[in-house]
Every structure is written in structure tokens, then in C-alpha cells.
């Protein structure tokens, strides 16, 4: 979330401005004539299609009485579910196993220096796991489910939290000193991934610090940029007069691995990082307004004027993409895959279609933006790793309309389309897609409530769609996939694709869960009623699906006064009378987020992603303060004194073995 933005401001002011106002002033159709037009025509509608109409907002589960969904709606999922609440340290279900894999500075090489985070440099960082861990994904290797490639983003830094003797409290209020550039430098170095070859032996995963094939990618790696905006004049800077070549990556949220094995760092809030003004009457004055350009949290553009407007103007153009990662070559040059358009990338869960073609679901995390796909042109070849190489490089990115009758349209960003043109200030398809917000403002794509996670499910062919949360959306800005104003808790829609093929360029939609306590009924929650005061949850983010085709959720901000709980990761039916119970499976310790639940094939371990523990503090009476290094709420996972709040990758497997949920 964009919460470490502000990173300059405490925490604890954080969560009040979690997501600033959004950035979309376009006048796409969230607005009050969508509602009126919608409950005008549903007085005309008649049979089956009004039937959808209603069911487009309200889960089926939640349209039964409440007496039957008691009888019938038993979750699938046989863990003793976890007690929500809020402590130092994380809880998995009885009977599981929760080991701390990876910890922020362990040894990823046999070289690297060992954790010493009072005296870090840049140059241990980048030998070492990174901060922030959010996406997590798995590569087998030679097929196997014990022995693999794990790939971990690290999504953004919380340097009250890395270095000490940063923050001193001054009149009883937080204040934090400037950076020093070895400290901006080991930022840099914490960002970014990891690649590392993992095994399980006797049950237990362990990390192989010898693997050929380990390696961190950091904001100083160099990267290409390939596809139709490569080589653009917009994309070139005093450094590099081709437009192809970006040294770095940064806020890598979440992320996916293709078909075919490669590593996918989305970049999410790439505007925090840059600061300084335009140059007077630039022309990129519009396009950066609406993507948020600069937002000055960091304070890189002190050392490093590429971060600088003023200095280096075109430079936010080469951030906000997918990158693609060759996790088998430990020297590949990492690609910034153009095709797949320019936003505040969340993620990029992929499928191939029945068509063979390979399928890009791509959530633009912010309030009123979009969610969209990219489909291959090429087709996936399952015998031949290298021709799949290039397949990102050409396709149709296309962004969502979700209309009130449950149906939905995929929109196509084709330059020389509809008001792709000339006429409209694009003259070619690179223009299209480095401002592909404003091209999908142009095709009239619905405002939605920060599209975070979206999941292709192969089980039952329906894809997932995680709405994190919008409290600025107004009563007269809600519709039929955006319900409720001031949207706390945010929603779950479910998309069935046309004829079951993802790549098709219209769909069917429906609320299949609205998030928060359903206790209180202002908050208009629609969990099943079979789910317990400790299955509901709040914020739903990144998410898995396990071998059954059920739902794992993970959250972020539910470690608030709204809600009472940490983070955490619910299982979620989604089939059948059980649809929509949730049950709470692990929970993670104060100030945490979860990221990156992955069931890896087998469901025999899930992966978890534990991101800033220890961020926070005074909204939790077990601290009551604003936690920093030397005044920390938790110093999980370590509990030593020495040793600083670790964000940290979690290994979940069952005792004795077999799969995680049955
Ligand atoms: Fe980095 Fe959309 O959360
Ligand atoms: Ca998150
Ligand atoms: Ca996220
Ligand atoms: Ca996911």
C-alpha cells in the first residue's frame, strides 16, 4: 500500500492519508448518473436479467436466510481457525509449523558479510536478503515441490526501523534526521529481489547459500527496456540517449512467474522515489500529474540526480512497469516489458487461455484506478523455454468496463482506436502506453477501489480481483462493482471470462465477498454466516489459490482501531453452500501487513510474507507509542535485544507432512 510513502512522516500519520485522493480526475462513469441510471432500469427490467442485476452486488451466500446459510454453509477448510487479536509475535493454526525462512539481512551467497545492523553497509545489502518482502513466487526446480527457486520482492524500506539512532523524539513529537547517502545506499540496495534456491529436508525448508542460480536485483541493476515504447524520445535521458537501458527497479510489490519460469517484478509506486520541479512549461507536466510525479518521500534526489525533475526530467517515464526476470541466468539482463503499460503495477498473476495464449491480470493500485490485462499475440510453446523468450514484447492490453448488469468489457489501448489518436495527444503506441492511465481515462474504464491482487483461477476458470479499500469514494460515486461509499474494508469481485477463455474480450462479474465485521451493520460486510468473529476480515490485498480452486487472502491495514486484529491470511470457499466462509489461518505479529501467500504446488507449504513488523506502535496498547529502532513494539522474529524488528519470509507446513488444508 502507499502507506511507505511517506515515509518521512511517522507512521503513525500513515494510515490517516494511506492512499492520498487518488489521482484521476477524468470523468469515467463512477458517478451518480451510473446509480440512477442503474436503479431507473432496473424498474424495467424483467426475469433473469433484474435476477442479475442484484446479484451482481450481493454474494449468493448472502442472499440466503440466514437459518440455512447456518445449516449449509460449513467451511470447507478443517484447520482450527487462529484467534483474532493483536500481540509481539505471528500464530499459525494448530498443528502447522510456521518457520522463519528468510529474514531481512540473512546470507544469500557464501560470501556474505553476516547481519550487523548497527554498522550496515550498502555493499553487505546487497549480498543480503532485502527489506520489506512482499511478493513471493516459486520456481521448481526439475519439477520438483521440495527443491526450487524462491523469488521475493522487496517492496520499499522503513528507515526508522533499519537504522539507528535516526529518530529522536523532540517537544514529545517524532522527528527524523535527514539520510546520510550510505544510508540512501543501502536503502537502494534493500529494494528491489531475490532470487534463491531453496530445499525441504526432513520436512523443513532451508535456504541453499551455494545455489548457481542466486542473486539480488536492487536499484542499481541494470535493466533493458524492450517492447513498442523502447527507444521512445520520452524515455531517454542524459545517461542513456537510447531510451532502452534504466539502471534500477524500485517499489516491487507484487508479481507473478510465467508459464515459462521467468521472474515478474511489478513496479507499484515508483512516484515516491522522485523529487525536484519540471522545468517550466515541460511537456510532461500533465502526464506526471496524473500518475502523482513527484511525491518526494524518499530522499534519493539528495545524491543522485536521475531522482531529480528538475535535473532529469524524463526519468518517471522508465519506472511503472512489469519487469520480466530470466531467473535462470544469474547474469540476464532484467527487461521492462513496455507492452504491458505504465501504472502503479500491483502485480501480474498470469494464465494461458485456451487459445494458448498467455493471459497478464494487472491491478493499477490506487483509488479510482484501473484494472487490466495484457494478452500475448504469440502463443505459449510448452516444449521450448526460448520461444516463449519474447512473447511480452507484442499483445493487447486492454482495460476493465464493469457495467451495472454484471457484464464486463475489456477495452483495448490501441493507438490509432477509438480516442487513441493523434487528435488526443498520441502519436504512436509508445505514447499510449507510458500514459496508459490517461488512454484508459479516455476509453471510459470504471473507477475501482484500489485494485491490488488479481488471480487467474485454474480450477474453476473464474479470476479474483482484490479491492483493497476507498474511503474517498463518495455516496454519489458508487456502482454496481464499487457498492459502498466510503469503502472502508474494501471487496472481493469474482469475473467468469466469455465461453471460459481468459483471453476474451468481454466477461461476467459479481461481488462475491464485501469485506469488514459483520456485526456491525453499517459496515455491510457479506462474509456467509457461518464465518466466526475471527474468520471476517478487512483490506484484502495479494491472494493464492490452492489445488481445490479456494481462495487464500492476505491483508493489509487491519492493524487499526477499526478493526482490533493484525494482518493475517484467511481461507475462503468459493464454491458451492460454503461460498464466502472465511476462516483465519495465521495472523502476524503488531505493525505487520501480509504479502505474497503462495501455496506452492502440492499445498504441502504456503509461503508467507511478513512486511513491516514493528511499523506503527500507538494504536496498539501492548506499545501505546510510535515504534522506532530503539523503541520497537516487537522485535519479532529474533526476540533478541541486539537485534532490530525483521520483516521476514515465513515457511507454513502441516507437522508430520500432507497438504495444508484439506
Ligand atoms: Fe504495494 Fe498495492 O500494495
Ligand atoms: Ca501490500
Ligand atoms: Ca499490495
Ligand atoms: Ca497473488
Known amino acids: 500500500m502507499n502507506e511507505h510513502l511517506s515515509q518521512k512522516i511517522f507512521p503513525t500519520t500513515q494510515l490517516e492519508d494511506a492512499d492520498g485522493e487518488g489521482h484521476n480526475s477524468s470523468t469515467n ?31 449468493p451466500v448472502a442472499l440466503m436466510t440466514a437459518e440455512k446459510a447456518r445449516a449449509a454453509g460449513k467451511s470447507a477448510f478443517s484447520f482450527t481457525e487462529v484467534e483474532a ?32 545492523p548497527k554498522n550496515q553497509t550498502a555493499e553487505a545489502q546487497s549480498r543480503q536478503f532485502g527489506y520489506n518482502n512482499d511478493y513471493v513466487g516459486y520456481i521448481p526446480l526439475e519439477g520438483s515441490s521440495e527443491h526450487g527457486l524462491l523469488v521475493v520482492n522487496h517492496e520499499y524500506t522503513n528507515p526508522h526501523l533499519m537504522f539507528p539512532g535516526l529518530v529522536s523524539i523532540v517537544d514529545g513529537k517524532i522527528k527524523q534526521a535527514r539520510l546520510s547517502k550510505e544510508q540512501v545506499d543501502i536503502e537502494m540496495a534493500a529494494h528491489g529481489g531475490t532470487i534463491v534456491e531453496i530445499r525441504k529436508v526432513d520436512g523443513r525448508w532451508q535456504v541453499v547459500p551455494e545455489g548457481k542460480y542466486n542473486r539480488r536485483i536492487t536499484t542499481m541493476t541494470e535493466m533493458q527496456l524492450t517492447g513498442p515504447a523502447a527507444g521512445n524520445e ?21 508479481g507473478g512467474v510465467t508459464p515459462w519460469g521467468t521472474y515478474i517484478m511489478a513496479e507499484e509506486n515508483f512516484h515516491g522515489y522522485f523529487s525536484g520541479d519540471l522545468p517550466e512549461g515541460h511537456k510532461e507536466a500533465a502526464n506526471y500529474k496524473r500518475y ?46 513496455t507492452a504491458l503499460g505504465r501504472t502503479k503495477h500491483e502485480g501480474a498473476a498470469s494464465i494461458v487461455s485456451k487459445n494458448g495464449r498467455v493471459v497478464f491480470y494487472l491491478g493499477d493500485d490506487e483509488r479510482f484506478d484501473y484494472v487490466y490485462k495484457f494478452v500475448t499475440e504469440g502463443t505459449y510453446n510448452a516444449n521450448d523455454r526460448a520461444a516463449n523468450t519474447d512473447l511480452l514484447d ?14 464486463l468489457q475489456w477495452l483495448p489501448l490501441t493507438f490509432g482506436e477509438g480516442p487513441l489518436t493523434t487528435e488526443n495527444g498520441f502519436a504512436s503506441q509508445a505514447d499510449v502506453l507510458i500514459e496508459t492511465r490517461r488512454a484508459a481515462d479516455l476509453l471510459g474504464a470504471t473507477k475501482m477501489d484500489r ?30 462493482a464499487n457498492p459502498r461509499a466510503k469503502n472502508a474494508f474494501g471487496h472481493i469481485i469474482e469475473i467468469s471470462e466469455d465461453d471460459g477463455e481468459f483471453a476474451a474480450a468481454s466477461g461476467k462479474w459479481e461481488v462475491l465477498l464485501k469485506c469488514g465485521d459483520p456485526a456491525v451493520a453499517d459496515v455491510g460486510a457479506s462474509f456467509s454466516t457461518d464465518t466466526t468473529k475471527n474468520g471476517w476480515f478487512g483490506m484484502p490485498d495479494n491472494c ?20 482490533g486484529r493484525t494482518d493475517g491470511l484467511w481461507a475462503v470457499d468459493t464454491e458451492g453452500e460454503a461460498r464466502a466462509t472465511s476462516k483465519l489461518f495465521y495472523r502476524v505479529p503488531v505493525g505487520a501487513e501480509l504479502c505474497g501467500p503462495l501455496l506452492v504446488p502440492g499445498d504441502e507449504t504456503a509461503f508467507v510474507a511478513v512486511q513491516h513488523p514493528g511499523d506503527g506502535g500507538d494504536d496498539w496498547s501492548g506499545h501505546g507509542r510510535p515504534s522506532y529502532y530503539e523503541d520497537l513494539s516487537t522485535r519479532w522474529p529474533d526476540f533478541k535485544d541486539d537485534m532490530p524488528v525483521r520483516p521476514a519470509v515465513v515457511a507454513i507446513t502441516k507437522i508430520g507432512g500432507g497438504k495444508i488444508a484439506v
Request: charge should be negative; hydrophobic fraction near 35%.
Open 292 to 337: 502523482g510525479v513527484p511525491e518526494g518521500a524518499y530522499e534519493w534526489a539528495n545524491f543522485y540526480d536521475r531522482f531529480d525533475l528538475a535535473k532529469e526530467p524524463n526519468e518517471p517515464n522508465r519506472f511503472g512497469w512489469i519487469v520480466e526476470v530470466d531467473a535462470m541466468d544469474p547474469t540476464s539482463t532484467p527487461k521492462k516489458r
Open 29 to 59: 462513469p463512477t458517478m451518480g448518473e451510473i446509480i440512477s441510471k442503474r436503479f431507473s432500469r432496473r424498474n424495467f427490467l424483467q426475469g433473469s436479467l433484474a435476477v442479475a442485476a442484484i446479484t451482481a452486488t450481493v454474494s
Open 394 to 407: 507484442s499483445g493487447t492490453l486492454s482495460v476493465a468496463k464493469f457495467a451495472e448488469d454484471g457484464s
Open 451 to 480: 485494485p491490488e491482487d488479481v488471480e487467474p483461477n485454474p480450477v474453476n476458470g473464474k479470476v479474483y480481483l482484490m479491492l483493497t479499500n476507498n474511503t474517498n469514494r463518495k455516496a454519489e460515486q458508487v456502482d454496481a
Open 234 to 254: 520520452r524515455l531517454k535521458t542524459s545517461a542513456d540517449g537510447t531510451g532502452t537501458k534504466v539502471i534500477g527497479t524500485m517499489n516491487n510489490c507484487a
Open 544 to 563: 493464492s489459490i490452492d489445488s481445490a480452486g479456494r481462495l487464500w487472502v492476505a491483508t493489509d491495514g487491519n492493524n487499526n482501531k477499526a478493526t
Open 85 to 116: 487479536g493483536v500481540d509481539a509475535d505471528h500464530h499459525v493454526a494448530e498443528g502447522y509449523n510456521a518457520d522463519i525462512l528468510l529474514r531481512w539481512g540473512d546470507a544469500l551467497f557464501p560470501d556474505s558479510p553476516a547481519f550487523d
